[in-house]
């Protein structure tokens, strides 16, 4: 029978994956992969041998109807990102959609996805909070700076090591230099770091390393109003 798997794999130690997941890859017929090779070492660490499909964000509109079409021939075939699970802030929903759109079963397993650990670990209130993502690059970059200033709400955003002074230092401008604000880098790696104060001192910290490793921006809402809640 025809499904659609989307399957979460670790965002940094290998020992975080399944064991639901791990059959799920041994059973299907084919893996969509973001990337090969990246998706190779990790099925080689799981001893499973299975023919990849690249589908990553460069491809994902000319390839999602074939791949549509191979699942509504009978396919099982199982989507996996270079971590965390996929449709977030990666590739994913386009395909999602067609296999809604004809009928075709999709099943989400649960599994890792790097805002969670970020979040809960960064002291901020966890009961709501808004998932931004990545911020442009350029066009509607201020605006939505501004927008996440005004969130009242604390808010979510991923980063590159490359441009994580620069975004803090541009929410220190919108939002002012003490909001807090909580900075994950590397989690669950052996050098996982944590970094947690207001934006100047979090700025100061990072001014002074190098920044390597996938960033997760854990950043208090608006006033801090719901901070004092209790």
Not at 8 to 15: C, K, S, W, Y
Request: proline fraction near 5%.
């Amino acid at each position: 029978m025809s499904k659609l798997y989307l399957v979460p794999t670790p965002i940094g130690n290998l020992e975080d994956i399944t064991l639901r997941a791990i059959r799920v890859l041994k059973e299907v017929d084919g893996i969509l992969a973001e990337d090969t090779r990246t998706s190779g070492n990790l099925l080689r660490h799981l001893d499973i041998s299975k023919p990849m499909t690249a589908f990553h964000i460069r491809n994902e509109h000319q390839v999602v109807v074939h791949i549509a079409d191979r699942l509504q021939a009978g396919e099982t075939l199982a989507l996996v990102t270079d971590a965390g699970t996929p449709a977030i802030s990666d590739p994913g929903f386009l395909l999602v959609r067609e296999c809604v759109k004809r009928g075709i079963e999709v099943e989400c397993l649960p599994g890792p996805t790097a805002f969670v650990p970020a979040l809960v670990n960064s002291g901020l209130p966890a009961e709501k909070f808004i998932f931004e993502g990545f911020l442009p690059h350029k066009k509607g970059r201020q605006t939505k700076l501004k927008e996440v200033a005004d969130h009242w709400y604390t808010t979510i955003l991923y980063e590159s090591p490359f441009r994580l002074l620069k975004t803090l230092q541009q929410l220190a401008e919108v939002c002012g230099a003490e909001r807090k604000v909580s900075v994950s880098r590397e989690l669950t790696k052996v050098h996982e770091e944590n970094a947690r104060g207001t934006l100047a001192e979090v700025i100061e910290h990072f001014s002074k390393k190098e920044i390597k490793g996938e960033i997760v921006i854990v950043l208090e809402g608006r006033d801090g109003v719901l901070s004092e809640r209790e």
